[in-house]
């Protein structure tokens, strides 16, 4: 099968997401292209952190420590994160009090609120605050927006801490919409404890929990604990449900938005 090239590095992704290792003579053989061109696929895939070169092939990126900053994060899997965005957007309707976590995935939820009108928006995430305060002056929407206090985190550009927390549990919310940087069968997790709590407040505070997740970030598993999968309304994400976790009679909602080559 001739694909695009980014349609070829998600097959990339998701293969290796279902077996941990992946060979380039076998993707080569089954993509109808050069092993050479396989192995620039897997370098350039490997210089964004979504997997580790091998002989051979590749396997599997070990989990990171450290989180990277907001910055970085935002130039990868664009394409992906608008699609997810303008997809969890779609579900947003007139009259919602909605929450909206930090991360660069929900900043494109953020950009593709359009058309609704009596909405309100709480959210921790200093860049999506910005972009809707710049979105409701220029009336692409109707409603307000809600900055949630707390302690600054510069590097991720978000606000937490027990301050946040304790707003949070002053309001209900009909939809939250989460951010993630791990998600397996058993839940979903993040880099940072205070941003982790916050996110879990969300979902308890929500009569709907959407988790907005790229197919990086599938089969990852971080410290921090945001909730079990029992939680989650329905995964926003790239790739469809893995295999194995379908198998695994794994019960949640899953939307795959398709997304621009």
């Given at each position: 099968m001739m694909?695009l090239p980014?349609?070829?590095?998600?097959h990339?992704?998701?293969?290796?997401?279902?077996?941990?290792k992946?060979?380039?003579?076998?993707l080569?053989?089954?993509?109808?292209?050069?092993?050479?061109?396989?192995r620039?696929d897997?370098?350039?895939?490997e210089?964004k952190?979504m997997?580790?070169?091998?002989?051979?092939g590749?396997?599997?990126?070990?989990?990171?420590?450290?989180?990277p900053h907001?910055?970085?994060?935002?130039?990868i899997?664009?394409?992906?994160?608008?699609?997810?965005?303008?997809?969890?957007?779609?579900?947003?309707?007139?009259?919602?009090?909605i929450?909206?976590?930090?991360?660069?995935?929900?900043?494109e939820?953020?950009?593709?609120i359009?058309g609704?009108?009596?909405?309100?928006?709480?959210?921790n995430s200093?860049?999506?605050?910005?972009?809707?305060?710049e979105?409701?002056?220029?009336?692409?929407f109707?409603?307000?927006v809600?900055?949630?206090?707390?302690?600054t985190h510069?590097?991720?550009?978000?606000?937490?801490?027990?301050?946040?927390c304790?707003?949070?549990t002053?309001?209900?919310?009909?939809k939250?919409?989460?951010?993630?940087?791990?998600?397996?069968?058993?839940g979903?997790?993040?880099?940072?404890?205070?941003?982790s709590?916050?996110?879990?407040?969300?979902?308890?505070?929500?009569?709907?929990a959407y988790?907005?997740?790229?197919c990086?970030?599938l089969?990852?598993?971080?410290?921090?604990r945001?909730?079990d999968?029992s939680?989650?309304?329905a995964i926003?994400?790239?790739?469809?449900?893995?295999?194995?976790w379908k198998?695994s009679?794994?019960q949640?909602?899953w939307?795959t938005?398709?997304?621009?080559?």
């Amino acid at each position: 099968m001739m694909l695009l090239p980014e349609e070829r590095r998600q097959h990339i992704l998701e293969q290796l997401n279902r077996h941990g290792k992946i060979q380039v003579a076998s993707l080569a053989s089954v993509l109808t292209v050069t092993p050479e061109t396989i192995r620039r696929d897997l370098d350039e895939l490997e210089a964004k952190q979504m997997l580790k070169r091998v002989y051979g092939g590749a396997v599997a990126y070990s989990h990171m420590k450290i989180e990277p900053h907001f910055d970085k994060k935002r130039s990868i899997k664009q394409s992906a994160k608008k699609a997810i965005g303008e997809a969890a957007a779609a579900l947003i309707q007139d009259g919602d009090t909605i929450v909206v976590d930090v991360g660069t995935t929900t900043v494109e939820l953020v950009r593709a609120i359009r058309g609704v009108v009596g909405v309100t928006i709480v959210t921790n995430s200093i860049p999506a605050a910005e972009l809707l305060m710049e979105r409701l002056e220029a009336k692409r929407f109707d409603g307000k927006v809600i900055i949630l206090g707390g302690v600054t985190h510069p590097e991720q550009k978000s606000i937490a801490g027990a301050l946040t927390c304790e707003l949070l549990t002053r309001f209900h919310f009909d939809k939250a919409f989460i951010s993630c940087a791990g998600m397996t069968p058993a839940g979903i997790s993040d880099y940072d404890m205070e941003e982790s709590i916050c996110s879990t407040l969300m979902i308890e505070q929500s009569e709907q929990a959407y988790v907005l997740g790229d197919c990086t970030k599938l089969g990852e598993t971080q410290l921090c604990r945001i909730c079990d999968m029992s939680k989650v309304t329905a995964i926003i994400c790239d790739a469809p449900m893995p295999d194995k976790w379908k198998r695994s009679g794994l019960q949640v909602g899953w939307i795959t938005p398709a997304c621009e080559p």
